[in-house]
């Protein structure tokens, strides 16, 4: 216990640079760091494709304007034909965020490097007050 009181401040020290350590990998478990508004930019300044990872029945029940439906179990067969230009960033979207947080990991894996996921899936964007396009 002598110790602890002694030393308190390199022992805050050591958890809090521990804490900064982890961050990384905590907010990789949250689906993506991008919001609605950062993936509108994205649309609109840099021609950035939408990519809806959801399966046929959830896509037409509802998602963003624009978007191409690739379920995420075609996803490594149907990219590159969809999205030639490897350059051009990516949107990966699903309902909640899961599903699209690991379609932009299996697409960073197949060369397109800005590939991104958006935080909280189409869920979030409707939370934005963003228009949702139905088939």
């Given at each position: 216990?002598?110790?602890?009181?002694?030393?308190?401040?390199l022992i805050l020290v050591a958890l809090s640079s521990?804490?900064?350590?982890?961050?990384?990998?905590?907010?990789?478990?949250?689906?993506?760091?991008?919001?609605?508004?950062?993936?509108?930019?994205?649309?609109?300044?840099?021609k950035a494709i939408v990519i809806d990872v959801c399966?046929?029945?959830?896509?037409?029940?509802?998602?963003?304007?624009?978007?191409?439906?690739?379920?995420?179990?075609?996803?490594?067969?149907?990219?590159?034909?969809?999205?030639?230009?490897?350059?051009?960033?990516?949107?990966?979207?699903?309902?909640t965020g899961r599903r699209s947080s690991s379609a932009?990991?299996?697409?960073?894996?197949?060369?397109?490097?800005?590939?991104?996921?958006?935080?909280?899936?189409?869920?979030?964007?409707?939370?934005?007050?963003?228009?949702?396009?139905?088939?």
């Amino acid at each position: 216990m002598k110790f602890i009181i002694d030393n308190w401040t390199l022992i805050l020290v050591a958890l809090s640079s521990g804490g900064l350590l982890a961050w990384p990998i905590l907010k990789g478990l949250t689906g993506g760091s991008l919001t609605p508004t950062g993936a509108v930019q994205l649309i609109n300044r840099e021609k950035a494709i939408v990519i809806d990872v959801c399966e046929a029945s959830e896509f037409s029940a509802g998602h963003i304007g624009g978007a191409k439906n690739i379920p995420l179990s075609q996803l490594k067969e149907k990219l590159t034909g969809v999205v030639k230009n490897k350059e051009l960033p990516l949107i990966f979207v699903c309902q909640t965020g899961r599903r699209s947080s690991s379609a932009a990991s299996v697409a960073k894996g197949m060369g397109y490097q800005k590939a991104q996921s958006l935080n909280g899936g189409v869920a979030a964007w409707q939370a934005a007050n963003l228009p949702i396009d139905k088939v």
